[in-house]
């Protein structure tokens, strides 16, 4: 195993083996009184060990943290996927990650290495939990019994983004996915799910190159597909090497299609290599599209024949992206915004796909394990700052997730939750901030009686 591999499966990320129900939980400080409802939280788990795998490829448990009166429980689940399900049949592991089944492993097993181990939303009455290789897998919002593959009525086909965005405006999804042509194919989809649950369009288009596209962004007008040189191949699969890669020479293409056209008016726009996991925010100013993303210049993802791609230091920073629509050109612009390195990009998801003035992630400073972070970021654009929170040291956070005080509240009026390490204690707990004042640390923490893995993303699901 790598040392790559190794940070992967230690501390805090090391899998729990236990589903647990816990509660009324212990609450330092006063839980808000407005604050009902429950954060669910995705994240790579794995049953059996993966210990010659990324820990992308992990098995999805989703924890649940259900606040109301005043009061906090917790309760976990896997994600018994088909593969989960086949794997604790076997009592083993069989698969290696990225869809390859272990070569020891009958055909009889099946093919289906879907982990549902990325994010969860609530959408149209369904709890559904997502990675970019297959359809949602839906789950029991009060048990998190685990149901069948969404697909929509027949409607959608193939893998389907652990991102996608909700217009705020008319509650229909955007969704997209990549390799739908079958594995490491250029052939994309992209389409709606109205906010009665029903897909309302499904279309596929081509992209430049096979890339790993794990986000993407939505403007009130426009669609933005990132075709980033992170390259997955089939070949390389086949004869070991990387399944995906970093490919600079490909240089970077983002597609701009309007939302009420079609692949045939997809315009593509260019720049030099970078990668870009997440996306905080998009919107429209005239004729441009600017796009507020946490990027790299060099993803953690080998060269084509294995060797590390870069032994500097990854950094990943708040960036805006800008196009011209009214231009010539095919280029397009990138500024960065902060020095301070970052991921898990949230906003006011009421502002999603419009101007906003606010944003929250998490941070680390220089010298910290890959993937780990130490702080939370606030930024307001309006008054042109940023606010942190430094956790004590040693500690780690989560993703946070940002909730309005209510539905009418001014943007960044509510809090922001996140789960939080507590390495010394061997621990976690929940966190709520006052969104505007996170440095003036939490209004109440949750202590929980376990760990919570460091995991990838969650969502509010008011009571």
Avoid at 335 to 360: K, M, N, S, T
Wanted: charged fraction near 25%.
């Amino acid at each position: 195993m790598s040392n790559a591999q190794r940070a992967w499966t230690a501390g805090n990320f090391t899998p729990v083996a236990v589903e647990r129900d816990a509660g009324p939980l212990r609450v330092q400080g006063e839980l808000p009184a407005g604050l009902a409802g429950t954060l669910f939280r995705n994240g790579p788990n794995p049953r059996f060990d993966v210990g010659d795998s990324h820990w992308f490829v992990g098995d999805g448990m989703v924890h649940a943290f259900t606040l109301g009166d005043g009061t906090a429980r917790y309760r976990n689940r896997w994600v018994r996927t088909p593969k989960w399900r086949a794997e604790d049949a076997a009592g083993r592991s069989l698969f290696r990650g990225f869809g390859q089944v272990r070569p020891d492993v009958p055909a009889a097993a099946g093919v289906d290495g879907g982990v549902a181990n990325t994010n969860i939303v609530w959408h149209g009455g369904r709890l559904l939990a997502l990675e970019e290789g297959h359809l949602p897998m839906e789950m029991r919002p009060d048990t998190l019994d685990t149901g069948a593959y969404c697909d929509f009525a027949g409607a959608v086909a193939g893998p389907f983004t652990a991102h996608p965005k909700i217009d705020p405006d008319t509650g229909e999804l955007v969704f997209f996915g990549y390799h739908v042509g079958g594995r490491f194919s250029a052939t994309m989809s992209h389409g709606t799910i109205g906010a009665d649950g029903r897909a309302d369009r499904f279309e596929q288009f081509e992209a430049p190159f096979a890339s790993m596209v794990h986000d993407f962004a939505v403007t009130r007008r426009h669609v933005l597909f990132p075709i980033l040189p992170l390259t997955g191949s089939l070949e390389r699969a086949r004869s070991g090497h990387p399944p995906y890669a970093w490919e600079p020479g490909l240089g970077s293409h983002v597609g701009i299609l309007r939302r009420d056209g079609s692949g045939a008016g997809m315009r593509w726009f260019h720049s030099d290599a970078c990668y870009v996991f997440h996306v905080m925010n998009a919107w429209e100013e005239g004729d441009r599209i600017l796009a507020d993303v946490m990027q790299m210049e060099t993803p953690p993802f080998p060269l084509p024949d294995g060797r590390p791609a870069s032994t500097a230091a990854r950094r990943t920073r708040l960036c805006r992206w800008t196009f011209d629509l009214a231009g010539d050109g095919d280029r397009f612009e990138r500024r960065y915004l902060d020095d301070l390195d970052g991921e898990f990009p949230r906003i006011d998801d009421r502002r999603a796909g419009l101007p906003y003035r606010h944003g929250w992630y998490a941070a680390a400073r220089p010298g910290l394990v890959d993937g780990t972070f130490d702080s939370l970021a606030h930024m307001d654009f309006g008054r042109g700052r940023r606010t942190l929170h430094l956790l004590p040291e040693g500690d780690a956070t989560s993703e946070p997730v940002f909730v309005p005080r209510s539905a009418d509240a001014a943007e960044g009026d509510g809090w922001l939750l996140a789960i939080l390490w507590r390495a010394r204690e061997g621990r976690s707990d929940l966190a709520v901030f006052e969104a505007g004042a996170i440095d003036s640390g939490p209004v109440a923490t949750v202590e929980l009686p376990c760990r919570v893995p460091f995991g990838l993303h969650g969502n509010w699901v008011p009571a």
